[in-house]
């Protein structure tokens, strides 16, 4: 048996990695749906707005006229 290559493998390695790839999609789905959020609606409606917001202010324009730029 040279089941060292995906490409000369076997029937039953191949099986094996199919088998594999299932399970762990299974399982990367069931952690999914367990860390869905079922209590209290949506995930906005859960978000406190207890700080304080800070608005954006006017633009403004810098210029120096050092020597360095970065480009």
């Given at each position: 048996?040279?089941?060292?290559?995906?490409v000369?493998?076997?029937?039953?390695?191949?099986?094996?990695?199919?088998?594999?790839?299932?399970a762990a999609?299974?399982?990367?789905?069931a952690?999914?749906?367990?860390?869905?959020?079922?209590e209290?609606?949506?995930?906005?409606?859960?978000?406190?707005?207890?700080?304080?917001?800070?608005?954006?202010?006017?633009?403004v324009?810098s210029?120096?006229?050092e020597?360095?730029s970065?480009?």
């Open positions: 048996m040279t089941n060292h290559s995906l000369t493998a076997d029937r039953s390695t191949h099986f094996k990695i199919a088998a594999i790839a299932v999609a299974i399982v990367v789905i952690v999914g749906l367990r860390a869905r959020i079922t209290g609606g949506s995930v906005t409606t859960r978000i406190e707005t207890t700080s304080t917001v800070v608005k954006a202010g006017k633009p324009t210029a120096s006229s020597g360095s970065i480009r």
